[in-house]
Every structure is written in structure tokens, then in C-alpha cells.
């Protein structure tokens, strides 16, 4: 296992922040699409029409949960600097920066 902070660890944090955003794409795309369609049709959420094809649009789902949802966490720790409140106010902000820039170039 690797040590924390070693070039290793950040790669497996990242990969597994990836990972977690693609499972939370595909649990909950469905859902958001079919919220979507209730709201843009003015029908209700449970209406079958809804739920026919639930993973349209859905790799375009993927990177954008991936590194809103998913990478955030990875992010702070890969930031994180000294246990002082003034660190760990720049940790957050250079945290949200860059998620903001990744999903909003």
C-alpha cells in the first residue's frame, strides 16, 4: 500500500474518485433524466414515458458527476496542506477552483 502523499497514493485517490463519480452516474442518471423529462413535459415523475430509455444521454453524464461528485474529496487531500485554519481555508479553495475548472472550462 502506498504511503500517503507518495505520487502513487494521489493516482489511487483520483482513480478511485473517478470510479466513485461513474457509479453515481449510473445509479442515478436514470432518476435525473426522468426528472428532466417530467419537468420538460409537464407530466409526472412516475409517468412511464419517463423511464423508457433510461441511459440516454448517459456518457455525457459520466464526466461531468465523475468530476463534480466524484473527484472532490480526492481533490482536497491531494491539497491539503498543514492542520492550521488558514491552510485549510486555501485547501478548500484551491479545491473547489479546480473542480469548477475541470467541469466548467
Not at 473517478?18 to 420538460?40: E, I, N, T
Not at 474529496?73 to 469548477?100: C, H, I, N, V
Request: one cysteine or more; hydrophobic letters at 40%; glycine letters at 10%.
Amino acid at each position: 500500500m502506498p504511503r500517503e502523499g507518495s505520487p502513487a497514493g494521489t493516482e489511487q485517490c483520483l482513480l478511485c474518485g473517478f470510479v466513485s463519480g461513474m457509479c453515481q452516474a449510473g445509479a442515478l442518471h436514470p432518476w435525473d433524466r426522468a426528472l428532466y423529462l417530467s419537468m420538460k413535459e409537464n407530466r409526472p415523475f412516475l409517468h412511464l414515458a419517463n423511464w423508457k430509455h433510461p441511459f440516454q444521454g448517459f456518457f455525457t453524464t459520466i464526466g461531468s458527476r465523475a468530476v463534480a461528485n466524484g473527484l472532490y474529496f480526492p481533490l482536497e487531500s491531494l491539497f491539503q496542506g498543514p492542520a492550521d485554519t488558514f491552510a485549510q481555508w486555501l485547501s478548500e479553495g484551491a479545491t473547489g477552483w479546480t473542480q469548477r475548472t475541470l467541469d466548467h472550462p
